[in-house]
């Protein structure tokens, strides 16, 4: 999924908090599986000689500990691809057998910064029989997440305080504390991840996945990414065209949108899921605001302005933030069916001042355990891999007028996305080089799905990508929540399933409700 927002926490963050619990991907023994599909020598070719060996590699699956019917990997890639002569690191692999399996397709939950690894058991329960019985269900922990090369950065004592707290950068003194934090943050980063911190950009991920690629046998990739997993995706089409087989993109990102651009259009994205979200609690009777849509608003605002001047007291010895109360809030925008959590966490907020269940909701998206314990890595990996692809412009006009924008598109949300581009601006390793273009040109049909009232990745950026894109289908969902194969129903998943097993195209401009 997309988090929210580019800058370095609270200085921000999309919510992998849908993803699955953890696994780890010890091996324990071989597994009773179907055999492997006949070698494709073609399929391991590597794009220049020097790196043959790790496009010839054979990976050693085995079952995963903890999981029987899960199977495990590890994948060998140069840290830097500009060396392949250099060190090396290893990606973790999952994959689920599919009985009748006629190839298989890889996923990415989003982020960045989410583990494939936790995702891949949810995504197969709800994913489409079709794609289940046919396909093999493989995805991986991209360099710099959970058991790749994870990026480290606080411990968790120090992460709670630098999630939680309240900065104003809109003063001289506030915008010097909000930097000097981002700093810190970014060079404990630096010294408890390493070298390879410099490395974890999407580019070189998407390497990895054609990697990926020759190692499961594969002539073409088939691929199935969500929310920044377009980007990925996205990425790979540019610099693999011919590679590309059959390609999914749900819940897109526009690649070629700067820092600025995509906070202001992802602010927009929630201000108006709030808005949805409101509208529907005003028809229940147990809705905790009342009068019209701007007046429900407008009382959740309040929380937000409350929580800001004078934490929220919770059941614990934590209060809660004006930072930690919109995460609590925003979390529960990204799927239709969270809305009721929102509810109940507004509820107490709102009649009484408690902030216990927006905490919860808050720690549910920052991964944390009560026990204080952070499960995953995945908000650190989401600034540190931000911050490799890009740079935003921390001109004291452009921020200023980012402002303005931001208070004109999320007039109740706009403080969470503002300065965004401070978290990044001194980053100790260098910004990773993009591709120039994101067309894939000579690529086959690429299906790019967006849902109108996207939160975290708007609908305009689905048309955006599609029409860049020179193969591009744009398939539309109308309804709520961020990405539509796992929740929009049968016509979306049919249209998903029935390309990527099949190769059935959808019709360009195929709307679903």
């Known amino acids: 999924m997309r988090q929210i927002g580019r800058r370095a926490r609270r200085v921000r963050t999309a919510a992998v908090v849908a993803v699955c619990a953890a696994m780890t991907v010890t091996a324990c023994g071989r597994s009773n599986e179907p055999p492997e599909r006949p070698y494709k020598p073609e399929a391991t070719t590597a794009p220049a000689p020097d790196l043959q060996q790790f496009y010839s590699q054979t ?3 085995q079952r995963c500990e903890n999981n029987s019917k899960m199977q495990c990997a590890e ?6 691809y500009a ?5 090396t690191i290893t990606i973790a692999v999952a994959r689920y057998r599919a009985a009748k399996a006629i190839g298989s397709v890889v996923i990415n939950p989003g982020g960045p910064g989410g583990s494939g690894i936790d995702f891949v058991g949810r995504f197969r329960h709800e994913a489409g029989e079709q794609l289940r019985d046919n396909l093999d269900i493989v995805s991986f922990d991209p360099r710099g997440v959970q058991r790749s090369v994870p990026v480290q950065c606080l411990p968790g004592p120090e992460l709670d305080v630098f999630f939680a707290t309240d900065v104003d950068p809109s003063t001289p003194r506030g915008l010097a504390a909000a930097q000097a934090s981002a700093d810190m943050f970014g060079k404990a980063c630096l010294e408890n991840t390493g070298p390879v ?3 974890i950009d999407t580019v070189s991920t998407a390497r990895d996945l054609d990697v990926l690629r ?4 594969e002539s073409t990739l088939t691929y199935l990414g969500f929310s920044y997993g377009t980007q990925l995706g996205a990425t790979y ?3 693999f065209p011919k590679r590309v087989g059959r390609m999914v993109l749900d819940g897109a990102v526009d690649p070629t949108m700067t820092p600025s651009e995509s906070s202001i259009t992802q602010a927009g994205g929630f201000e108006s899921a709030l ?3 409101a509208a529907d609690c005003l028809k229940a009777k147990d809705c905790p605001m009342s009068g019209t849509v701007d007046d429900a608003v407008q009382q959740i605002g309040d929380v937000l302005d409350q929580a800001r001047a004078r934490p929220l007291k919770t059941s614990s010895k934590r209060v809660v933030t004006g930072t930690l109360a919109f995460y609590g809030i925003a979390v529960a925008l990204y799927r239709q069916d969270s809305w009721r959590l929102l509810t109940e966490a507004l509820r107490p907020a709102i009649n009484d001042g408690d902030g216990t269940a927006l905490l919860w909701n808050a720690d549910a998206y920052f991964d944390r355990d009560p026990d204080g314990t952070y499960t995953t890595n995945s908000i650190e990996a989401f600034i540190a891999i931000s911050c490799a692809d890009a740079r935003g412009d921390v001109t004291p006009e452009v921020m200023a007028a980012e402002v303005t924008e931001l208070k004109r598109v999320a007039p109740t949300f706009w403080q969470y996305f503002a300065y965004d581009a ?5 980053w100790p390793t260098p910004v990773a080089e993009q591709p120039a273009a994101f067309t894939a040109s000579g690529a086959p049909p690429i299906v790019v799905v967006g849902t109108t009232n996207d939160p975290a990745t708007p609908y305009a950026q689905a048309k955006s990508l599609a029409a860049m894109l020179e193969s591009g289908r744009l398939v539309t969902y109308e309804g709520e929540g961020h990405c539509a194969y796992l929740t929009a129903g049968s016509c979306i998943r049919d249209a998903v399933d029935g390309f990527l097993v099949d190769g059935t195209v959808p019709k360009d401009g195929l709307k679903c409700r």
């Open 59 to 61: 990976l050693d699956w």
């Open 75 to 80: 994948l060998t890639v140069p840290m830097d």
């Open 83 to 87: 060396n392949p002569g250099g060190e």
């Open 197 to 199: 911190l410099g490395y």
């Open 214 to 217: 020759a190692a499961l046998r």
């Open 237 to 239: 089409a540019e610099l």
């Open 275 to 277: 808005r949805a979200y």
């Open 422 to 426: 401070i978290g990044c601006a001194n």
